[in-house]
DNA sequence: GATGAATGAGTGTTCATTCAT
DNA sequence: AATGAATGAACACTCATTCAT
């Protein structure tokens, strides 16, 4: 475990500006020690390597958001028939989902420089499936939410990937926020209505169908 | 314009290689001349340099489907109020949209490996924000129609991404199918849920407050 | 002998611009083709190689002033000691001396593009040690006057570079003529007061030692 | 400021070797590497690129002239109009030109290899043009003192070129003892010569006409 | 007369990483 | 805890030149 010495805080700093201003395969170690003022032997004394230089700037918040995604679904998984059901009509205001949304996003906007840089500047690192991996934690649900759907509307030609496209766009969402919008507050905004266009769409692909076959 | 001769086709081959096994900034034209039997000098001698032998391998799909979507906007900017009225309410099974979507990705499947290339394998080119800019083209038509459905739905707090987002996911949505589902025919299955589901989830991003309001 | 051939003539002015720019040696003869829109073997099928294009370019006027300064030099050799003395004194206006100046100025503001690529950017070439084999050529003769220098002023300690100095300095003169002076006119009373200064200078490695000796 | 360790000096043993055998712009690092028994990342530890190692043999030199110039001709601009006359009449057999002339003279034979580099081998890095800064150093000077002869000799007429090309004939006189003889006290004597040389010119410039006209 | 293709050695420079001290 | 020194392989790119056609 590092502890936070003058040196570590120095690299550190640089360290993010540099990968923040090249992405991480671009990044030069060197610019970084020397940006620092320190050498890069005192750098490979506190990190393995360039991957663990960039992990230990993201790692903190990436754990606090794996958490609370794994708190929520496993609540959702909880969850009654009644309960899905009206999830599912939008009569609950502020669903689970949005919730977890927006705690997600106010995660982000806290450490917001360290979020655009997990989100845009990872690629070649350990870190640059980061998005697919946190898909994957709730794709699981969506599985068992589209067996519950098809139950209710049967008949409809139903992609296996709709529940992994769904857990993905979630995400995708989430970064597009992070990404395009500066102002938590907008921020918000937005993903108000991206928790209705989330909604809307998982209902409409099996809904749509229904318009033409009998409807529930 | 580039002849077919016998060594641009190796190098080629094995750029392509090359690129789609470690991307675009790791690739080494070292190894791609190595592998192709040829000096770096030769390959110096069809391509200016590393970003023009990456582009040479999907700038023609790219201008393809550019030509396609522009085409296909400049189409349903005529579309009457009716028009637009009828798509919003999916009376209109395979609207112009939905049949845009469908070409996109046959001629992605067509050349898939290419597709891949481009869509995963850019950064550090001058493709990297080749998704930004299909994505740009597509923006205006959905400002207007977000314009209009605010005129239908009034009263909603509708955040000035949405538009923006809504292009940016359409697109998402056809890259998530090429990366992801092998065969042609089950990407067809789920663009077609992908449809359904950008429709539904457009509509409800202002139906959803009409439900708590006036609805039209 | 090369005919002037259209293609030819485009290397050539190609050439010209680009060794101006670049000197001899940063020159790229890729570069001059590709201006004159031509293929590396057209320039290789008239020039045996970079520095015989080079030197085709200057040629003609280093022979031109070569002849004009062995004229010269063979005139004055022949010359009795009497005229010997009567230019030294300076009692000649017009030295054959200051005239072989002006002649050679006048050629080489004739072409004085040609000029400065010979004088400035020859290094590395074949050409680079053309002012050396000038002011060898004249060296001789100015070896000859020396001698009698000392005769009439003996006694003055005198460096045996004297004479191969003021051969090189006289090049030097007419180089510095031509590479800082723009207008002809204006470079003939630089010329004039150079011949002066020469002469002058001359005279005074002998003479100055004489004001405190016995002078003749 | 470099430390002399062991591998510094093999780099600029060899460094030397190889630029004085090639000139600055085909001397190849690489060859300098190998000889020197080092990688060229080591080089590159020391010094920045290319043009840093070959300044970094020249420079103290460099410098060292540069303020003994400038030393000189700060004295020489407090002198008095007396001084000036007399200066000028050659009755100060050692004036402070010839001093100053001496003096770079000897710090050039001391170091006469590094001179040697720099005088002749510096094409293409930033050390190139040093004989003009040297020139337009002393150049302010030469015009004041043709402005003051012209008072005295008026009516003939001079270019204006003249102390400028006075300025650089000096550099010119040095660099030619340098580079063409071998032991110093060969090159005191013809700097002797060069100093009456030059003081001779520079008189018979305005002397000359002033023999047709009315001499002072 | 000239092209198009190709060579092969070369360039200066940068990289992440290591390690004795 | 950190330095200074060094490695060695790699990088994209350029060069003058050749030659079959």
């Given at each position: 475990m590092e502890r936070d010495t003058d040196t570590i805080l120095k690299i550190r700093r640089e360290a993010f500006r540099e990968f923040m201003e090249k992405g991480y395969t671009n990044a030069s170690l060197r610019s970084?020690?020397?940006e620092a003022g320190?050498?890069?032997g005192a750098l490979y004394f506190f990190f393995k390597d360039k991957d663990e230089l960039f992990s230990s700037l993201v790692k903190e918040m990436v754990e606090e958001i794996?958490?609370?995604m794994m708190q929520h679904y496993s609540l959702e998984c909880e969850m009654e028939d009644s309960g899905f059901q009206a999830a599912?009509?939008?009569e609950l205001e502020d669903t689970e989902d949005e919730k977890v949304?927006?705690?997600v996003i106010h995660v982000l906007y806290q450490n917001r420089e360290k979020a655009l840089l997990l989100l845009t500047k990872a690629q070649g690192s350990s870190?640059?499936?980061?998005l697919d991996r946190f898909a994957q934690a709730s794709?699981?649900?969506y599985r068992n939410m589209a067996a519950r759907m098809k139950k209710l509307y049967p008949g409809r030609e139903i992609s296996?990937?709709?529940?992994?496209?769904f857990a993905h766009d979630q995400i995708e969402g989430i970064v597009y926020a992070i990404t395009h919008i500066d102002r938590e507050e907008e921020a918000l905004v937005f993903v108000g209505n991206l928790a209705a266009y989330l909604r809307g769409g998982w209902k409409a692909i099996w809904a749509e169908a229904g318009d033409k076959g009998s409807s529930p």
């Open positions: 970084i020690c020397k320190v050498t890069t794996y958490v609370m599912l009509e939008g949304i927006r705690n870190m640059e499936d980061v794709e699981v649900q296996p990937y709709v529940p992994n496209w």
